[in-house]
């Protein structure tokens, strides 16, 4: 069999990915870019062309040489680095099951380290500036209502961006119990339950549209009648936060966006009490681990309000305990 690249790349995307792992088309296709940038690098790195390279040009070394190219020449942080690097783990696990007599050389490759980096602190909303943005969405225009919908809909659901703007009408049950059907990561699907404000709202915004409860239409669209996207998302919510932040400058203070309403509900349902369990099950995290993420942010929060309070309290004389104080007792306890 030849060593060139063409038929496990072609199986890797047409049957593994697609007919196998079963992963959604914007994974498949940052699979695909990165098997792209990967490709150009080693082709220019033997000096030859694409479809001259082999499963020996892709080496482990050649793997460690483009991920430093990565980082320093086209400046992506570690992040985009390991993404890249899970990207060609997945390909070489597959080329290790496709063909044995690669298996060493992808164990080599999948010997490669993802690089350790700072988690980034965990921003979300408190109750007051979640009501504070409400508060000054004009719902009497047709972008106000459409706007609120969005923001109920993604406080409620904790749903990621891309989530969001995928789900149509049809996805909702307008009747009780009221709920949510959202396709996940993976495909999986989940069911979220409704508050009936936030259906009330979904209902406002569909009427404005003059769109049935019962249509197989996108449930958000654009100024063109066109389905939101997650860039579209992204800039409804900046905007709304600079029209709620002239009154309220806290919001000033970081970078919000789709996501930040994810933590924002998932801290205020924990919060509130709700199981941890629920929460993962709510928000579709495939591990209890992504969620507990959220106890420690919780705890730290509580931790350095305990703080704030200590300097309420009455302090405590100097001089530790009586016994320490009496130096005779430790003169007698020295001499036993």
């Known amino acids: 069999m030849p060593n060139n690249l063409a038929s496990p790349v072609r199986n890797f995307f047409e049957h593994y990915l697609t007919g196998e792992k079963g992963l959604s088309s914007h994974t498949i296709l940052a699979y695909r870019d990165t098997l792209k940038l990967l490709l150009r690098f080693a082709a220019d790195h033997h000096r030859k062309s694409c479809v001259d390279l082999t ?123 009221y709920l949510v059907h959202i396709l996940g990561k993976g495909r999986k699907e989940r069911t979220c339950p409704l508050w009936s404000e936030t259906v009330d709202s979904l209902k406002n915004h569909l009427e404005e549209r003059h769109v049935k409860t019962s249509d197989r239409a996108p449930l958000f669209v654009n100024a063109k009648g066109q389905r939101l996207s997650r860039f579209g998302l992204r800039h409804l919510i900046t905007r709304r936060v600079a029209i709620a932040a002239k009154t309220s400058p806290t919001l000033l203070t970081r970078k919000i966006g789709p996501h930040t309403f994810r933590h924002t509900t998932a801290m205020h349902l924990l919060q509130s009490g709700v199981d941890l369990n629920m929460i993962r099950s ?49 003169d007698w306890l020295a001499r036993l």
């Open 55 to 177: 499963v020996e040009d892709i080496s482990a070394e050649t793997v460690r040489l483009f991920l430093v190219h990565l980082e320093k020449i086209r400046g992506n942080g570690v992040r985009t680095r390991n993404t890249r690097l899970a990207a060609i783990h997945s390909f070489f696990r597959y080329l290790a099951y496709w063909e044995p007599r690669f298996l060493v050389a992808s164990q080599e490759v999948l010997g490669i380290p993802f690089k350790r980096h700072a988690s980034p602190v965990m921003g979300y909303l408190n109750q007051e500036e979640m009501v504070h943005l409400f508060s000054h969405i004009d719902t009497g225009t047709s972008q106000g209502k459409r706007d609120e919908a969005v923001l109920r809909l993604i406080y409620n659901t904790g749903a990621r961006a891309q989530e969001l703007v995928s789900l149509d009408v049809n996805h909702i049950r307008f009747s009780r119990p």
């Open 282 to 330: 709510w928000l579709g995290h495939s591990s209890i681990e992504t969620t507990h993420g959220y106890v420690e942010l919780d705890l730290e929060m509580k931790q350095k309000t305990l703080q704030s309070c200590k300097n309420l309290l009455p302090k405590m004389e100097k001089g530790g305990p009586s016994w320490q104080q009496d130096q005779g007792i430790l």
